[in-house]
Each structure stands twice: as C-alpha cells, then as structure tokens.
C-alpha cells in the first residue's frame, strides 16, 4: 500500500509564498517522476511542475519563474515552492508520483490535495 500525504497550503496574499510538501510511504520499490497539478473551480486539473528522478524539472508557463519544485529522493519527498503568489494560482493543489512497488510494478499515485487560496 503506498500514500501520498500532502502538508502546506492555506490562505496567502497576493505577492506571498507557500510551500507544499508531499511525503510518499508504503512498500515502495522506486519512485519515477513525481509532480504537482492543480485543479481550480470549474476547471479541469493542470501540470503545475514535474521533476523526474535524475532532477529534470518541468514547469507550465504561468508559474515558470515564480515557482520552484524540488524532491529528496531519500526520503521520497517532493516539494512545491511557490513565491509571487497571484489569485489565478487558488486551487487544490495535489501532488502525484510513479511509483513502482514489488507487488503492483508502476503505477501514478495522487495524493489527497491541499488548499491553496491567493487573496487579492
């Protein structure tokens, strides 16, 4: 069984920062990619950052340069630094990993989400 618990969000204002962080548990073998995507009212989930094993990261437009998303492959972490916070970034924000357990082999595992909310 493996889990993605999540911790950080809450309620920022606009030009403030937050920083998530995502611990991955459970029997777990290796961890590929891991990520965070984002999911505002009314919208359909978005890649917000991604950084694979060897640390290649991947970031959408809109939070290129403001946000920073980092991993401890020791501890099977991964983390979301978020400065310049604007309103547009209020969401859940959930973290996901591909994990690949001995039982099941390779699967993306989500973690449960946390609130991000951006005052203007």
């Known amino acids: 069984q493996v889990q993605l618990v999540e911790s950080g969000g809450g309620l920022v204002q606009a030009g403030g920062s937050l920083r998530l962080s995502c611990a991955a548990s459970?029997?777990?073998?290796?961890?590929?990619?891991m990520g965070w995507y984002r999911q505002a009212p009314g919208k359909q989930r978005e890649l917000v950052a991604a950084?694979?094993?060897?640390?290649?990261?991947n970031y959408a437009d809109s939070v290129k340069g403001r946000f920073t998303i980092s991993r401890d492959n020791a501890k099977n972490t991964v983390a979301l630094q978020m400065n310049s916070l604007k309103p547009e970034d209020t969401a859940v924000y959930y973290c996901?990993?591909?994990?690949?357990?001995?039982?099941?082999?390779?699967?993306?595992?989500w973690g449960q989400g946390t609130q991000v909310t951006v005052s203007s």
């Open positions: 996901n990993a591909d994990i690949h357990t001995v039982v099941a082999g390779f699967h993306r595992y």
């Open positions: 459970g029997s777990i073998f290796s961890i590929n990619a």
């Open positions: 950084i694979t094993g060897g640390g290649s990261t």
